[in-house]
Each structure stands twice: as structure tokens, then as C-alpha cells.
């Protein structure tokens, strides 16, 4: 009876020794690092021309040049994408912290087959707002007008030069920069800080 106890005891504890092992829970994956080296926020993603690189996954924070430090940060994460209306999107959540109150929302981005981006907002007609071989006069946003293809801006630590510069009509004339393999750098009121491409 002994030797029937000892010869079915040491199977069943390397059974459960096994179990054990393949149920252990795997370790998480590690979150990939920010792409945030001054290279990379400054020349873009080598090779990438375009103005407003989309992928799940990357994102985009500005600081505001009116804020209070830490405080009013503007956050563009593109999460994932979806079927509207007959058309794929980019799904953009948003984060304003403009002025201290956070604001969560989201946008709709498409880029056609000629590589121009299109944003629309759910429920809204979309806007082409960034085009793919820009015109200077051309009509963006509906009312923006591209009026420069060439542009250069020194923001922070960056130079960025060959950027695609937009005007928005107001008497506060609001400018926007578009720096190819990166995106917005810059507005009247946002300056990238970190790029996750």
C-alpha cells in the first residue's frame, strides 16, 4: 500500500508542480518608451513626409504659451479607429487642460487615398484641415488658408524648417505649423513638448 501511496504521490505533485507553471500569469508587456529625443520631436520620423503622421498609438502634448507650468497641457492620442458613415477614421482622444479645468472629448481623423487628412467630430461634416501636396491660397479648415509650404519656426530646443504653415482668418491672425514626420508643432497658444510616434 506504501509503495502504491509513494508512486501515485510523486506523479500528481509533478502534475500540479506543471499546472502551476503554465498558469503562472505572464508579465506584463512593457509600455513602449515616448519617442521624445530632441531628434526625433525636431526632424520627424526619418523618411515620413507627411504633415500629420497618423497611427494608433501615437500622441502629441502641448504646452500652452499662456499657462500656469503643468497646468494647461493639450493632449492628442490617436486610440484607435472605427467605420462612420461609410468612411475609416483615426479615433482621437482628447485631453484640454486649458486653464485648469480638463476636458475630455474626441475627434475623427481620415486620411484618402491622396494622403490629405480630413477631421470631423461626431455628429459634424468633416474638414479637410490638412492636405497632402499643399498650395499656397489654398483653402483649409474651410476658412484656413495654407501660406507657406516652406516655413520655419525655433520653438524650445527645435528648429523645425520645411513646415506647411496655416493661417487662420482672424484679427489675431493664428498660425499653424506643420512639420512633416511629426505634426502640429505649433499654434498661437500650443508648442509640442513630446511626440510618441
Known amino acids: 500500500m506504501h509503495n502504491l501511496i509513494t508512486k501515485l504521490t510523486i506523479p500528481v505533485c509533478i502534475g500540479i508542480t506543471l499546472f502551476s507553471i503554465s498558469?503562472?500569469?505572464d508579465s506584463p508587456t512593457p509600455?513602449?518608451?515616448?519617442?521624445?529625443?530632441?531628434?526625433?520631436?525636431?526632424?520627424?520620423?526619418?523618411?515620413?513626409?507627411k504633415y500629420?503622421?497618423?497611427?494608433?498609438?501615437?500622441?502629441?502634448?502641448?504646452?500652452?504659451?499662456?499657462?500656469?507650468?503643468?497646468?494647461?497641457?493639450?493632449?492628442?492620442?490617436?486610440?484607435?479607429?472605427?467605420?462612420?458613415?461609410?468612411?475609416?477614421?483615426f479615433i482621437a482622444h482628447v485631453t484640454d487642460a486649458a486653464f485648469g479645468q480638463n476636458i475630455d472629448y474626441e475627434k475623427l481623423y481620415r486620411e484618402d487615398s491622396n494622403g490629405d487628412v480630413y477631421e470631423r467630430r461626431w455628429g459634424q461634416p468633416e474638414n479637410l484641415i490638412v492636405p497632402a501636396n499643399p498650395v499656397v491660397g489654398q483653402n483649409v479648415w474651410s476658412d484656413y488658408e495654407v501660406v507657406d509650404i516652406n516655413a520655419s519656426i525655433t520653438t524650445g530646443e527645435c528648429?523645425?524648417?520645411?513646415?506647411?504653415?496655416?493661417?487662420?482668418?482672424?484679427f489675431l491672425q493664428v498660425y499653424f505649423y506643420y512639420k512633416p514626420g511629426v505634426g502640429m508643432v505649433e499654434s498661437s497658444d500650443n508648442t509640442l513638448e513630446e511626440v510618441w510616434l
Not at 159 to 170: A, D, F, N, V
Open 23 to 25: 498558469c503562472k500569469k
Open 52 to 89: 500629420f503622421p497618423l497611427a494608433i498609438g501615437n500622441k502629441w502634448k502641448y504646452g500652452r504659451t499662456y499657462s500656469v507650468p503643468g497646468n494647461d497641457d493639450y493632449i492628442e492620442e490617436i486610440t484607435g479607429d472605427t467605420v462612420y458613415e461609410g468612411q475609416t477614421y
Open 159 to 170: 528648429t523645425y524648417t520645411g513646415c506647411l504653415k496655416i493661417m487662420e482668418p482672424s
Open 31 to 49: 509600455t513602449p518608451a515616448a519617442t521624445t529625443s530632441v531628434d526625433t520631436i525636431c526632424d520627424g520620423i526619418p523618411g515620413n513626409s
